[in-house]
């Protein structure tokens, strides 16, 4: 796996400069930008990933649909488009909700999600994903606080909630 290059951007987005994933990651000072993309059906199920038990952050997690880093001058949704066909084997539009930071002991994330609907078949990386599955939005509420989802995926949800349902 090669060595991205991400952006380090200050609080108003602006880049301060780009420094490799294995500088970046651990160290909670330097915010990069990452995307993620909350992909329901036309039911209102949210897809939910499993990471993969090797993910440096939250292994063996539920978590969002699609996640990733911004890689160096990409904009935010050909990062978003790329991470669903990385991650899900998908390509369906996509619709801007909000953006956040999210931050814990490990790292530091300008966080730009998005959504879309899809309903079909998912071919879901196997190196990165131990499972995707469809969540109820009561099953997620549920899940909050047990240790099954991740952190970041927590903030997600509750940042979806309060920003797109009132």
């Known amino acids: 796996m090669h060595d991205e290059l991400l952006e380090i951007v200050d609080h108003e987005g602006n880049v301060v400069r780009v420094a490799p994933r294995s500088e970046v990651h651990g160290d909670p000072a330097l915010m990069h930008r990452v995307v993620h993309v909350l992909v329901f059906d036309s039911k209102g199920h949210l897809f939910l990933q499993k990471r993969s038990m090797s993910k440096d952050v939250a292994p063996g997690k539920w978590d969002t649909s699609v996640g990733g880093h911004v890689e160096a001058g990409e904009s935010l949704e050909d990062a978003a488009q790329r991470e669903m066909e990385e991650e899900l084997g998908i390509k369906p539009d996509i619709e801007f909700l ?31 994903i ?9 099953e997620i509420r549920q899940a909050i606080g047990n240790g099954a989802l991740s952190d970041n ?14």
């Open 98 to 128: 909000y953006s956040y930071v999210h931050s814990n002991d490990y790292e530091t994330e300008q966080v730009h999600t998005f959504r879309c609907t899809h309903d079909g078949a998912l071919t879901f990386n196997k190196e990165e």
């Open 130 to 138: 131990d499972a995707v599955r469809p969540w109820s939005i009561d």
């Open 153 to 166: 995926f927590e903030h997600e949800f509750n940042t979806y909630l309060s920003q797109s349902r009132g």
